[in-house]
């Protein structure tokens, strides 16, 4: 039985490890996104604007119009800056908005700015994952902030089996008529 257990522990490291791996390259190629090609198309775009512009011109405007919105998206689906600047809820209104095509509301707000990147991070793409894998919410709610952060999700329409694989990303998820309570249990 020890045996199991101790398996079963570095299993659980293991994907631990991976996904603090995922996040770091997540949060590296969104900067490189936003910092390198973002701003060059950005630039690109505007140097274009300043010309009298030719129908091929219009054309070459028009498709780094639309590569710097699909550079956009992409950061915002990896890993928006605004995550770190401004907050993980509005981040995640951001994203069901830009990236699933729906409006969330929100209430209240976490004070991220002291959790390591890493864990701003994690929190990202948790929600992230509750938003793609479950339609039906409309609302997030702050419902605790001390002693750990705690966000509730609703309506809930997902499954126990979203809960049992957000426990096993070191997260406390509990169904209740309320909606899901998320509430992160190993801090990094």
Known sequence: MARIFSRCARMSDSLDEVLRQLLADRRQLASQLHDD????????????????????QQMALSALDEAADQVRDATV????SLLDQVGLLASIRLYAESQL???????????????????????????????????????????????????????WAGT???????????????????GLTLRRVAES
């Open 37 to 56: 090609i973002a701003q060059s198309l950005t630039l690109a775009v505007l140097s274009l604007k300043r010309l009298d512009a030719s129908p091929p």
């Open 101 to 155: 095509g729906r409006s969330i509301t929100t209430d209240g707000e976490l004070d991220t700015q002291a959790w390591s990147l890493e864990e701003r991070g994690r929190w990202y793409w948790a929600c992230q994952q509750l938003l793609h894998l479950v339609d039906g919410v409309e609302h997030v709610a702050v419902v605790e902030t001390t002693p750990a952060a705690a966000l509730r999700f609703s309506p």
């Open 160 to 178: 126990d089996a979203t809960a049992a694989w957000l426990e096993g990303l070191g997260f406390q998820a509990s169904i209740e008529a309320q």
């Open 77 to 80: 689906q990896l890993r928006p």
